[in-house]
Nanobody
Framework: IQLVESGGGLVQAGESLRLSCAATGIIVSLSNMGWYRQGPANQRELVAE???????NYADSVKGRFTISRESAKNTVYLQMNSLKPEDTAVFYC??????????????WGQGTQVAVSS
């Protein structure tokens, strides 16, 4: 099982980035796929999620700026981040869960990709 993130980098405030999470060993369309982030001295927090049923959830801080999507043919999940702010600076992690009967059949994490936004 592998979740490989890519697309991070250093940008200026107001610019955009698109993160990718390529999965092997699981099927993203059958999983709840999430993007989390962890900034300096912060706990890891959920940024966006797309459930196996296609329901989208976003943190209030990114609503209207970030969009999560998936491409089944490539077994990949994306996070389009627009109007980036310095407070978005963090390591972004991809997560895959498959809930079943009240528990997660699996819960996998990628290695993370750094996003840095300068003012």
């Amino acid at each position: 099982i592998q979740l490989v993130e890519s697309g991070g980098g250093l940008v200026q405030a107001g610019e955009s980035l698109r993160l990718s999470c390529a999965a092997t060993g699981i099927i993203v369309s059958l999983s709840n796929m999430g993007w989390y982030r962890q900034g300096p001295a912060n706990q890891r927090e959920l940024v966006a999620e797309i459930t196996s049923g296609g329901i989208l959830n976003y943190a209030d801080s990114v609503k209207g700026r970030f969009t999560i999507s998936r491409e089944s043919a490539k077994n990949t999940v994306y996070l389009q981040m627009n109007s980036l702010k310095p407070e978005d600076t963090a390591v972004f992690y991809c997560n895959a869960k498959r809930p079943y009967m009240g528990r997660d059949l699996y819960d996998y994490w990628g290695q993370g990709t750094q996003v840095a936004v300068s003012s």
